[in-house]
């Protein structure tokens, strides 16, 4: 039968497993060995903690990039941001705040308000209150350092819905548009069947429908990149 003697002290043979003439097997291991297979899984694995950045998903990176008050592209994730730019559809969009002013999260608007809008009264005691007239007041002010704000589209609001989220909730990535709200946000899409009313996203189950124009809820606002 034969026998595998240990050699410490002699390697004759690439292999810490060899035959020996007389039939016999036999294996070394030594400090040296150790030492050098040691090296060489260290130098795998720093080798491959390099080059993992270079092999990562582009899937995993957002395609999302956050913007200062005056639409500069911001690195640093702990300054505060007024818009988000989507480079994959190339639009800019609104980041609502929570102090109370012009794009406070918890203001809501009529699509389409009566005559006299922009005059505080029972229906709307803090101006402005329809869509329009919001408009208005954010071209005016340059938001993000742009002048042609206006409703998204039913099915550009709807790519702001993230499905991965768990309903009920606010579908969307608190990472880049906080403070939203799990309701409904108009679109610019007015219902064929109905022009009374108009189309838009509620963000608490991710389904679109339509509510009557005079009805006040949430807005976000978009604008397309490379208009001014």
């Not at 390697?11 to 020996?20: A, D, H, K, L, Y």
């Amino acid at each position: 039968m034969r026998q595998i003697r240990l050699d410490a002290n002699r390697i004759e043979g690439r292999s810490p497993v060899w035959p020996q003439p007389d039939g016999d097997i036999r294996a070394f291991y030594t400090p040296f060995v150790t030492t050098r297979m040691i090296a060489k899984t260290r130098h795998f694995l720093l080798a491959s903690l390099l080059l993992m950045p270079i092999f990562r998903p582009l899937a995993a990176e957002t395609p999302l990039q956050r913007l200062d008050a005056d639409g500069h592209p911001l690195t640093a994730i702990n300054r505060p941001w007024a818009c988000v730019l989507d480079r994959r559809t190339g639009l800019i969009w609104e980041v609502k705040t929570d102090d109370g002013g012009l794009h406070d999260a918890h203001r809501t608007f009529a699509w389409q308000g009566p005559a006299n809008d922009g005059v505080p009264s029972s229906h709307c005691p803090t101006p402005p209150c329809d869509a329009q007239a919001l408009l208005d007041s954010v071209n005016r002010a340059g938001w993000c350092g742009h002048h042609h704000w206006r409703l998204p589209t039913r099915e550009e609001l709807r790519a702001l819905v993230d499905y991965n989220r768990p309903a009920p909730g606010r579908l969307s990535d608190p990472a880049f548009f906080p403070r939203t709200q799990p309701g409904f946000y108009w679109s610019s899409d007015t219902a064929a069947a109905d022009p009374s009313e108009a189309w838009g996203i509620g963000f608490t189950f991710g389904f679109d429908y339509a509510y009557f124009k005079t009805d006040r809820v949430f807005i976000r606002l978009v604008h397309a990149a490379g208009v001014p």
